[in-house]
């Protein structure tokens, strides 16, 4: 070696920029060690933000059934303390009703126009707040636009002339402050496989439980809202209430769900 002349380093030579050549890499072991804690993450965090959806369409649910039962009340203040007709299709005084549409009907159950022509309408003006923001009910490929309806024994006197069992019908507020109107429901948000007109059938013969079946999108229960304005969820507690909307099905007249449906339906 002459003089002056450097010895050959053994240490890597260096890129222009000042990194090594010799970059490490990940192993086959490490990349899936990261894999399986993402995963772990994502299967704590995924079922809390479902939870979180779920929780925001029944808050929608609740916050719909709160203006239309405002809408009810200034029905009632602007006429004479009657309440919205409420009657099945070819029983009623006239046929605009409190809202107007059959969901079981391939054009009624897309078409707003007839919510706009029911008597509630000019109270309760959003075509939004008669439908369920989790009720993903389609008809024709369309979401259905309503998803509440009445309660049988109130706006018409139809359910005391056509029950075999004496119990009250309701048609003006009046009435309703006789029987503690808090403890009455007045719009229910129904199954979508019973919805059909606006009027909720309520045999409190026994005849038929849950002819009319309630809905089970909000963590199995459902919307209601009251006379006095309240609204309330429900749950859905009896075993045998998995079996509602099927229309084979007969549900058991001691079934608790029914039992609490009737106890918040009308009175003798």
């Known amino acids: 070696m002459q003089l002056g002349q450097q010895k050959p380093s053994s240490q890597p030579t260096s ?3 000042g990194f090594n050549k010799s970059v ?11 894999l399986a804690i993402v995963s772990i993450l994502a299967g704590l965090l995924l079922p809390g933000v479902s939870s979180a959806k779920n929780r925001s369409k029944q808050i929608g649910c609740i916050n719909n059934l709160k203006q239309v039962a405002l809408g009810f009340q200034m029905y009632a203040a602007d006429n004479d303390g009657r309440l919205p007709e409420n009657s099945p299709p070819g029983h009623g005084e006239s046929e605009s009703g409190w809202v107007l549409g059959n969901m079981k009907n391939r054009q009624e159950a897309t078409n707003q126009s007839l919510i706009r022509l029911g008597k509630l309408f000019p109270y309760a003006n959003s075509i939004g707040v008669y439908h369920c923001p989790a009720d993903f009910s389609q008809s024709a490929k369309l979401p259905r636009v309503r998803s509440y309806s009445m309660n049988s024994w109130m706006g018409s006197r139809f359910m005391e002339t056509n029950s075999a069992v004496s119990f009250r019908t309701f048609i003006r507020e009046n009435e309703l402050a006789a029987a503690q109107p808090a403890s009455l429901w007045m719009l229910i948000d129904e199954h979508e496989a019973t919805i059909d007109d606006g009027f909720f059938w309520v045999t409190m013969d026994d005849s038929k439980p849950f002819v009319s079946s309630p809905a089970m999108r909000h963590q199995h229960g459902y919307g209601v809202n009251f006379a006095d304005g309240h609204v309330a969820a429900k ?3 009896d075993p045998n209430s998995d079996s509602l909307g099927d229309q084979y099905t007969r549900i058991n007249p001691k079934n608790s769900d029914w039992i609490q449906l009737k106890q918040m339906t009308t009175i003798r």
Do not use: D, P, Q
């Open 15 to 17: 890129l222009s920029n």
């Open 24 to 34: 490490s890499a990940f192993t086959l072991i490490e990349i899936l060690v990261v």
């Open 235 to 237: 749950k859905l507690r």
